[in-house]
């Protein structure tokens, strides 16, 4: 069984930098089409954040290009997301998540395993 476990989220300083990781169990992330990152407030849908395909390509949600960040690790089997100029804004829980086959996409409905969310809270 696959598990995906989130960490690195807590309370930052506008303009500052967080990392967060994704971890997995029950699988590697080479064998996956992608992992991606989403993010979720209590008043949005699911944003997409970020992607990282099994190649290696990566993309990047508009409201993050240039500050954000995805990136994997194959030895260690985790998925690091860097999160730099952070702002009110990108307030909120974020997810990891992967998606076994299929086509690429920024849409959730396309990723089969979750991880529980980590909260990340940028102060003004």
């Known amino acids: 069984q696959v598990q995906l476990v989130e960490n690195g989220g807590g309370l930052v300083q506008s303009g500052g930098s967080l990392r967060l990781s994704c971890a997995a169990s029950g699988s590697i992330f080479i064998s996956f089409n992608a992992v991606a990152w989403f993010r979720q407030t209590p008043t949005k849908q699911r944003e997409f954040v970020a992607f990282?395909?099994?190649?290696?390509?990566?993309t990047y949600g508009d409201s993050v290009k240039g500050r954000f960040t995805v990136s994997r690790d194959n030895t260690n089997n985790t998925v690091y997301l860097q999160m730099n100029s952070l702002t009110p804004e990108d307030t909120a829980v974020y997810y990891c998540a992967a998606a076994a086959m299929g086509l690429v996409t920024t849409f959730p409905g396309s990723y089969d395993y979750w991880g529980q969310g980590t909260q990340v809270t940028v102060s003004s």
């Open positions: 990282i395909t099994r190649r290696g390509s990566t």
